[in-house]
């Protein structure tokens, strides 16, 4: 880098123990128009430290590392400013997956994921939005989540309408937006404005936070149906 940072450039921290891990992960997001790396760290200590002085909007979160592990690192990046954590895994790490959800990470991207995929999850995380991979998201939740916990009961839906609560159960089993708004036989627009009602309602940061409420309250089942569709 030439140390010229272009300011609509998604600014990206790539912290990973492997040096040619991150080294890869940083040249082909380099090589992005709209993508600059400002910083790489080996472990999450150093990754702490380098995203409250450098305000990435997102970093690429390895879990797996020495010293402080990823799932912290991303607890303490997140609670402390507005950057988004893409956490980086690989299928025989499934166990760590719901922690970095619950730590506040925005998505999930496969090691091992085409260039192209990562430049797109990258832009979908930076705008807000998450990036589940959804059949494999929910396949994750489904594993660590088998109904409803202590603490968040059905009743802490009661703020939404019953559409709100049919889109709802449709993100919680994975779904787009498009797919949501054809099950449901509106338009794509109204199922993003009725999400991102859901949001604020449930004082939720993301999608992937209302994907893991509806197990939690017990609206979508393991293997289940949540609420009826309806036209």
Known sequence: MDGYV??????VVVVDDQSLVRGGFAMILDAEPDIEVIGQAAEGTAA????????????LMDVRM?????????RRITAGGNSHVLVLTTFDMDEYLYDSIRAGASGFLLKDAPSDQLAFAV????AGDTFLASAVTRRLIEAFVSGPLPGRQP??????TDRELQVLTE?????????????????ETTVKTHVVHILAKLGLRDRIRAVVLAYETGLVKRGGQGVPEAP
Do not use: F, K, Q
Not at 155 to 160: R, S, T
Not at 174 to 187: H, M, T
């Open 6 to 11: 272009n300011p609509g450039n998604i600014r």
């Open 48 to 59: 702490v430290r380098m995203c409250a002085d450098l305000h990435p909007d997102v970093v």
């Open 66 to 74: 020495p010293g402080m592990d990823g799932i912290e690192a991303t």
């Open 123 to 126: 832009r979908a995380v930076a």
């Open 155 to 160: 009743d802490l839906l009661a703020a939404l």
């Open 171 to 187: 993100v919680g089993h994975g779904l787009s937006n498009a797919e949501i708004a054809a099950r449901l036989y509106v338009s």
